[in-house]
């Protein structure tokens, strides 16, 4: 018995499998989570992009709310991506830090009237292929378009 198990302790044979088992599987993790994140980071940019789409399709057609959610939902291919909340527009004074909505009667600092603006918002929920720590399953992403449309 001594003498098999010497000569079972001294083959090394079954190494390269064992080695080749381990890295396989740990590969196979790394891709698996850079195709995640990946894609993550797609769906993310096709959220700013249908946000933005809805937001030019009113400055070029004009206000009408149904409009905009098409233009948001049809933006891409990826039928996950809704125009929530709801497109709006409202009057406001721009700001170095944005626009400040207010009343459409009111000036702005400048003495100007108030333009007239839409905020459009885009939303998907991706869900990741295995559960990362510190991650849910899924994430929401989220974008929003404000722009000036002209009367």
Not at 45 to 73: D, K, L, M, S, Y
Not at 90 to 96: H, I
């Amino acid at each position: 018995m001594t003498r098999t198990l010497r000569r079972t302790w001294r083959d090394r044979r079954a190494g390269a499998s064992v080695e080749f088992a381990i890295a396989a599987s740990f590969l196979t993790l790394l891709m698996v989570g850079t195709y995640d994140f990946a894609t993550l980071g797609r769906r993310a940019i096709e959220v700013g992009n249908a946000a933005r789409a809805g937001a030019a399709h009113a400055q070029r057609f004009g206000w009408n709310t149904v409009n905009v959610q098409a233009a948001v939902t049809s933006a891409t291919g990826n039928a996950a991506i809704t125009a929530t909340p709801a497109p709006a527009q409202f009057c406001g004074c721009p700001t170095s830090t944005g626009v400040t909505e207010t009343l459409c009667s009111t000036a702005c600092a400048g003495g100007q009237p108030a333009g007239t603006y839409v905020r459009v918002s885009a939303r998907a929920t991706h869900t990741f292929l295995i559960t990362y720590p510190g991650r849910g399953a899924s994430q929401t992403l989220s974008a929003t378009t404000v722009a000036r449309v002209l009367p």
